[in-house]
């Protein structure tokens, strides 16, 4: 597609050009507010420009800012640490000192998701190398990532992929146990499928892959890029669902905006990695874990994960009640609008125009993600800027 601007056409051309952010609000080049209820895909959950973050970063920018991972630095095995205590968060039996699993650093969700895989692929060994997910997830855009993601429709002009995936129906066990073979190292889920619509699993479905997976010696795995560090009203969304997986990918809300992605796994499982494995030129750097650092602080001082809870049930049933919502589905503050009789598309545009950010996920639905420490009357302004776009 020929177009003027310098950029590759892989997005349509944008609605609106933003050049600044402050908490749950954005301005546009022309000055104009909005209230930001997408946080840029559930990244900026802190709200823009914290000045936590901020100050984190401008301090190890004037301190170290990069040496690669041939050598140690100080900030990434904190943050490392710290994400290895969060993951043992109301889990029964979680040691109490944090050395239950190793965390990978990458710099976005699909290479967290990328170690994930190649980690499935160490450990399952030579034709054990199979990862199961589901239709409608969406795990990032690197071939293998690609492939992983359940939407055929976006394989279609990248074929032939790597081999190695196989797809099954979200939430049907039955299915899922059928596809195991002996080839199946790792079965890869979302909590809530984000991209695919806001659809959550159910407590079932996850303890019944848990139960399987243990049955056949396959490792779980879950990709918690955007449901991870409290957007669902927990610090991780499986936490809700009553298992503990071998393996948790997460990434968008852990710098705030900053890339950094991150890949954990149980010590176990880890330990199938030897030097030379696995490697990244930056992930971990002192510059994106100084964000990180600062942003799990400042969301365990907020206890983000309870304000998510609370505000994701206000926000939720103040939408329901609007004339023109069939539903509201999703997590916390990680929420799908089922609109009766609208075009998602439309109403997104029609916000734009109100000055609200949304996001169509589907034709028929809305997804919000706005950010954790969002007020109460940040909620009812949002409420009623929807209750307009849908009244239009
Ligand atoms: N996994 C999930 C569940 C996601 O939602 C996304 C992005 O939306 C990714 C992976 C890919 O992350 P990134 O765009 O940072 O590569």
């Not at 997104?348 to 954790?372: F, H, K, M, Q, Y």
Request: some cysteine.
């Amino acid at each position: 597609m020929r177009t003027d601007s310098p950029l590759m056409p892989t997005y349509p051309p944008a609605p609106v050009t933003f050049v600044r952010g402050e908490g749950a609000r954005l301005w546009d080049d022309q000055g104009r507010e909005y209230l930001d209820l997408l946080s840029g895909l559930a990244v900026t959950s802190l709200g823009h420009s914290h000045p936590a973050v901020a100050d984190a970063l401008a301090e190890q920018a004037r301190t170290l800012l990069h040496v690669s991972n041939l050598f140690g630095t100080t900030v990434g095995p904190e943050v490392a640490a710290t994400l290895d205590r969060l993951m043992g968060v109301g889990q029964p039996g979680w040691p109490a000192e944090g050395t239950r699993g190793q965390v990978f650093f990458s710099n976005s969700g699909a290479e967290a998701n990328e170690c994930a895989i190649k980690l499935a692929r160490k450990v399952g060994g030579r034709g054990r190398h199979v990862v199961v997910s589901a239709y409608g997830s969406f795990h990032g855009r690197t071939l293998a990532t690609l492939h992983a993601t359940g939407q055929p429709a976006k394989h279609e002009a990248f074929q032939p992929l790597p081999e190695g995936f196989r797809h099954v129906t979200w939430c049907d066990l039955d299915e899922l146990e059928r596809a195991l073979d002996p080839s199946v190292a790792a079965v890869l889920l979302e909590p809530v499928q984000g991209e695919g619509g806001v659809n959550p699993a159910t407590a079932a479905y996850f303890q019944g892959v848990r139960r399987i997976c243990d049955e056949r010696g396959i490792l779980f795995m879950v990709d918690e890029v955007q449901t991870g560090l409290g957007r669902c009203g927990s610090w991780f969304a499986h936490q809700q669902l009553g298992v503990v997986p071998d393996v948790v990918t997460m990434a968008k809300a852990l710098g705030n905006g900053v890339p950094i992605g991150a890949c954990w796994a149980k010590r176990e499982v880890a330990e199938a990695f030897e030097p030379g494995d696995h490697a990244t030129t930056y992930g971990g750097q002192p510059l994106a874990a100084a964000a990180a650092r600062a942003v799990l602080a400042t969301m365990e001082a907020e206890d983000v994960p309870a304000r998510a809870r609370r505000a994701g049930e206000r926000l939720a049933a103040a939408l329901e009640a609007l004339p023109g919502v069939a539903s509201v589905r999703g997590l916390g503050l990680l929420l799908g609008v089922e609109l009766d009789g609208h075009d998602a598309k439309a109403v997104a545009a029609r916000l734009l125009e109100l000055g609200a950010v949304v996001n169509a996920v589907t034709p028929t639905a809305l997804r919000l993600a706005p950010s954790l420490l969002i007020t109460d009357d940040e909620i009812d302004l949002a409420v009623s800027l929807i209750e307009k776009a849908l009244a239009a």
